[in-house]
């Protein structure tokens, strides 16, 4: 399939430029979005542009929706062919943190279907890949969900997100913080979905994802036998602006469901 | 300081051989202790018996307090010369997860009060270490805390440890979780310790820390310029079998000692 050869070409291509960066960040131009807390750097920037040119080289006419520069408009109906990037995510980590936990996301959708994806995490080296029907990989290995049966000995990444999304998410996700087996927040949606396909961890929750962010790690997870819904229990779709979204191995994802509670 | 140079000594020595079984971790030999997500690896007890032996070389008569094996006594009175021994600490994280979150924590007393102390990530191969007075640092640089004044912007881990901490840790710790600028969960003292002493967090919270897993770290804040107190605002007793902990930048201490409600 000529788009994950084309993802896995992009994310292999950008990530030493991702690495030398990250490895330089203490001379990092940074700036706030949308508050104080919501970080853009020229890493963002350049990395969406580098992904987006090497797109536009061989399907000019697909679609692109991407994080940055005003690209996050999603069209009315599905696009026959459409790209999601976000160049990185979990720039909070990329600014800060002991460990690199952050990753560029580009997934490609046909008439509205998720069908390839990938994630790469430039510093610890990982490359996560996945096309519809053909499994997913990391670094070139098939990977597949954990086999933990309840979530009292689950590994559970729950996205506590910007401040003004605390209240609602100990609110609704509050009794699931009360009964994992081990609760981690790491804040960054890639490292959710990877994690949880790859069989690191056992789920990942947020109250508000947008495509760019969940696309290829929505993919990553549904391929690796793992199951994707929004805090409803329903199908995600790929085109909705913003989404709550539960994803585990299967084996919890009612338990966890239940515990949620939310308006 | 000759203590210090042994610790060093010893954490450059060990790292090796925890890089390597974390790298085999599938085949690691887990199992529980107190509970269903307390583990004990191989791992944490051959590093253990090596740090033990290393130290009882030069000094054998020294005391020493460490995590496994009951060796986790606390001496009454404060003995002249005292070492603390963490194996690994943050071992969830050594048996699960896409980065490594652990490190090796290592720390000596005299009189009751901490001289040195050294913690180790063998897999991103940070090395912090600090004597008092003599200043902390890392991979051999000057550390020092960060410049955050607000808790609005500052970057927080707050530590939900094991389930039957999670009610008290939302209790407490609920309303800082609703303020912080970011909100991070690694479950890892160590971590939370290092990541604030070097500036790549801003403060760190646990409702129940042990010797072994914070006397390095706490050093390692004090000299980077950091202040650790219990929820109460008072010093932290190195001897105490458990406590409270938060450890800042300082100038974001009191604001977040005023957020914490406690019993």
């Not at 330089?24 to 987006?52: C, H, M, P, W, Y």
């Not at 005003?70 to 999601?84: K, Q, V």
């Not at 790469?120 to 049966?149: C, I, W």
Request: with cysteine; hydrophobic share 40%.
């Amino acid at each position: 399939m000529a788009e994950i050869s084309l993802i896995e070409t992009m994310l292999d291509s950008i990530s030493p430029y991702v690495r030398e960066r990250h490895a330089a960040r203490r001379t990092l131009s940074v700036s706030q979005k949308s508050g104080l807390n919501d970080f853009l750097t020229e890493v963002d920037l350049e990395v969406q542009q580098r992904l987006i040119t090497a797109i536009r080289e061989s399907h000019p006419d697909d679609a692109i929706v991407a994080e940055e520069e005003g690209m996050d408009r999603l069209p009315d109906t599905a696009p026959t062919r459409c790209w999601f990037i976000d160049p990185i995510d979990g720039t909070q980590n990329f600014v800060r943190g002991l460990f690199p936990e952050f990753g560029v996301s580009v997934a490609f959708a046909e008439h509205g279907t998720l069908r390839a994806g990938g994630v790469a995490m430039p510093v610890s080296g990982d490359l996560f890949l996945a096309h519809r029907g053909g499994g997913a990989t990391r670094n070139g290995h098939a990977m597949s969900v954990s086999a933990v049966e309840n979530l009292d000995e689950a590994r559970v990444d729950i996205d506590f997100g910007y401040p003004t999304q605390r209240e609602k998410t100990l609110a609704w996700c509050g009794e699931v913080v009360r009964r994992a087996g081990q609760m981690r927040c790491y804040c960054a949606a890639v490292v959710g979905l990877c994690s949880v396909a790859c069989g690191e961890a056992d789920a990942y929750s947020s109250i508000e994802t947008h495509p760019w962010d969940c696309a290829a790690g929505v993919l990553l997870i549904e391929e690796a036998g793992g199951t994707v819904t929004d805090f409803d229990g329903e199908a995600i779709n790929p085109f909705a602006t913003t989404t709550s979204i539960l994803v585990s191995n299967g084996r919890i994802h009612d338990e966890i469901l239940q515990a949620i509670v939310h308006a």
